[in-house]
Structure formats: C-alpha cells, structure tokens
C-alpha cells in the first residue's frame, strides 16, 4: 500500500536548535517526495521537491532509498519556521499522498 | 495570475442538509482536486477532476460527489451532513506539465450543527 508517515503530530524546537522533521513513505516504484508547508492564516504551499535537490529557507530534504525516508533538516531553527509541515508522495498516476502533517512550533 | 479561489469561504450547515462548494483553479490549470482537513486526520485526498472527469478518488462515502465543468472550475458537494463532516476543505489545481505542484486555495471552513 503507499503510504506516507510522519510520526511526530508536534516538534518543539528551541530557536537557534536544529530541526529534523520526519518522514517514511511505503511506495513499489520510484518516489517522487515532497514537503509542503502552512503557515498560518496562509494556503498551503509547496516548499521543496526531492528531486530539485535545493534548500528553500535554509531547509533541506535527503531520499533514502534504503530506509524509505525524506526528513526535513534545517540546521538552526528560526521563529518564522513555525508552521504545519505535510510530506507528500506523487505516485505518477497523478495522485498525490499527503501524511497527517507535524506542526512545528519554534520556542524562543 | 490569479490564484485557486473557493467560495464560500465560511459555512454553517445542520445536519441531514446538504452542501455545494466551488473552486476556480489557476488559469489553465486543468487538474482541480478536494482535500478535506482536520486537525484529528490532517489532510485527506477526496478526488481529483481533469477535463471534466474524474481522475481519482480517495476514500470517503458516495455523500461526497464533485464535478467539473468546462471552463475547469469544480464544484464539491456534500449531501446528508454529518456532524463529522465538520471540517476546512481545500481545493487545489495543477498544471499538466507539473502535476505534482499543488496550488492551493484559501478553503471553506464548514461548521455543522
């Protein structure tokens, strides 16, 4: 079955911290992953792709293959990260899978 | 370019009464899909709409129906609501040659009594 997990419902980070926000997916094929972000009182957005392999906002997502994983990194924490974070999974016929979302709450 | 609008944005409704909402995608965006969101479940696929057919569906009851017209605007309806169908819902479009990027509109927050 495809399927995309993020384990954790909230993650609180002290500003300054680093950030990983967690993601495995369950896929036959090929993945193509993506991370999502929510501001608040704004739409949902795409924030990056696994395959641009490029860091948006200082933040920055790894495949691994082996271990069927897409962590979101961030090296230092800032307050405007706090957000709703959704991993997604497009399976290539057209329909993408989104996990239940982890809400990132930056501490000052 | 204009972005995804959906009307209404705001709706109280009681149970057993059913529900339309609307959504008008990027211009030449084709590909128009609903998600329902709660804060319990998170983002849950209900289906997708491309030249006026549907795509895909995710797993919600036959009380959830769409459509799609023409001019690639789509309309979700609701019918017996259920106190559980409380909920913000999001509509999205893509364009063909990325159909992986979702834009996402505002939504419409339904509260039923």
């Known amino acids: 079955a495809q399927r995309v997990t993020q384990p954790e419902k909230l993650l609180s980070v002290f500003k300054g911290a680093p950030v990983e926000l967690k993601c495995n997916y369950s896929y036959s094929g090929s993945p193509e992953l993506f991370w999502y972000v929510q501001y608040s009182r704004q739409r949902l957005q795409l924030l990056l792709r696994h395959i641009s392999r490029e860091s948006i906002k200082g933040f920055t997502a790894d495949l691994n293959k082996g271990e069927t994983s897409f962590h979101l990194k961030k090296p230092f924490a800032q307050e405007e990260d706090s957000a709703m974070y959704y991993c997604a999974l497009w399976n290539r016929d057209d329909k993408i899978i989104f996990g239940k979302g982890t809400r990132l709450h930056i501490l000052p | 370019k204009a972005g995804v609008t959906q009307t209404p944005r705001y709706l109280i409704k009681t149970r057993g009464q059913q529900v339309t909402l609307s959504c008008s995608p990027i211009s030449g965006h084709r590909s128009v899909s609903w998600y329902q969101q709660t804060p319990g479940q998170g983002l849950q696929f209900l289906f997708e709409?491309?030249?006026?057919?549907?795509?895909n569906k995710g797993n919600f009851p036959g009380r959830f129906s769409g459509r799609q017209f023409s001019n690639s605007r789509s309309e979700m309806n609701v019918s017996t609501l259920e106190l559980g169908d409380s909920a913000l819902y999001l509509c999205?479009?893509?364009?063909?040659?990325?159909?992986?990027?979702?834009?996402f509109g505002p939504g419409t927050r339904l509260t039923v009594t």
């Open positions: 709409y491309f030249s006026e057919t549907q795509r």
């Open positions: 999205a479009s893509s364009s063909d040659r990325a159909p992986y990027e979702q834009y």
